[in-house]
């Protein structure tokens, strides 16, 4: 299981990708088609049943439920996919019926991005995986000292400053016009709140708020940035951010090329070098990554399970 930031339209949009969506409903119902047959009985089915999660509350913590409920639930549910009341279900009821129980879902959830516990190959982590991979974005664990210790190290930072400007400066004329800086401003998520949630803004700030961010990086006001200006007002951005965040490590939705997100990759490469730790889920690193930080100890694969061990009881 993993944690991931889900909403509505996250479902949605993943379902409205005929494609994508098609794909996946074809390669979970011949994963669950354990005899092959093209049909799914009861037995095969009820894996599927259970990663509905129908009988959870608080947006991924399941409750304790009766086992007879469960059985009647269970029932229920199958019948709803068996739509001819044969006793198996094809691969058109499968789709049909998932389409419908996850618009169910996400009208239920609303658009106000939530964090939900999700088994690995739900329709739900394959919709926040979509998501992901549409937006380029990720889910990363994060704190103030990561970024701080990201910049102190001058040949990765320098590093990652020469690569950014060069993929913004389109012209390759070694400075960066409004337009081409824009993108980069965007990055800063200096709109958005709850670690990673935008909200929404009205246009005309927005405009403000980028001319204004544009004028601290021209320094000179000679109207472009060069490679000197885009170095020393990143690094002020990126402590601010850092100060402003403080060191108890949070959840945020990165991109994929933004600074922060460099600044993870940065802190996961020098906390498992070239080791990962295959027994250990993305979701553990993440945590044992910030918890190992947090408390100023670095060694081994072995002590971020011993860490992840500790937190699960």
């Known amino acids: 299981m993993s944690v991931e930031i889900l909403d509505g339209a996250t479902i949605v949009n993943f379902m409205e990708d005929e494609e994508a969506f098609n794909v996946q409903i074809c390669d979970r119902f011949a994963h669950l088609d354990s005899d092959h047959d093209g049909r799914l009985s009861y037995g095969e089915m009820l894996k599927e049943l259970q990663c509905l999660r129908v009988l959870e509350t608080h947006f991924g ?43 169910a879902m996400a009208n239920g959830m609303g658009f106000l991005p939530v964090q939900m516990v999700l088994e690995e190959d739900s329709f739900l982590k394959k919709a926040a995986e979509w998501e992901s991979a549409k937006l380029k974005m990720s889910v990363e664990i994060l704190d103030g000292a990561t970024i701080v210790n990201f910049m102190e190290d001058e040949e990765a930072f320098n590093v990652q400053i020469r690569d950014r400007f060069a993929h913004l400066d389109t012209d390759h004329d070694g400075r960066l016009s409004y337009g081409e800086m824009l993108k980069e401003l965007q990055c800063l998520r200096v709109l958005e709140t709850h670690f990673g949630v935008d909200v929404e803004t009205d ?27 885009f170095k020393s007002e990143t690094k ?9 965040m403080g060191f108890l ?6 991109e994929e090329d933004s600074f922060l997100k460099k600044a993870a990759e940065w802190e996961s490469a020098k906390l498992f070098p070239g080791e990962e730790d295959a027994s250990l889920t993305s979701e553990e690193q993440r945590w044992s990554h910030a918890l190992l930080h947090h408390i100023g100890y670095c060694h081994s694969g072995h002590d971020h399970l011993a860490i992840v061990n500790i937190a699960k009881g």
């Not at 439920?65 to 058109?92: A, C, I, K, M």
């Open 61 to 103: 913590v399941d409750v304790e439920t009766d086992p007879d409920e469960l059985v009647r639930v269970y029932d229920s549910l199958f019948v709803q996919f068996d739509h001819d009341l044969n006793g198996t279900v094809d691969l058109e009821e499968f789709k049909s019926e998932t389409k419908q129980m996850m618009l």
């Open 203 to 229: 246009p005309d700030e927005l405009v403000r708020v980028y001319d204004s961010l544009f004028v601290q990086f021209d320094h000179d006001l000679n109207g472009t940035v060069d490679l000197e200006e």
């Open 236 to 244: 002020q951005m990126m402590l601010a951010m850092a100060n402003g």
């Open 249 to 254: 490590p949070v959840q945020m939705v990165l």
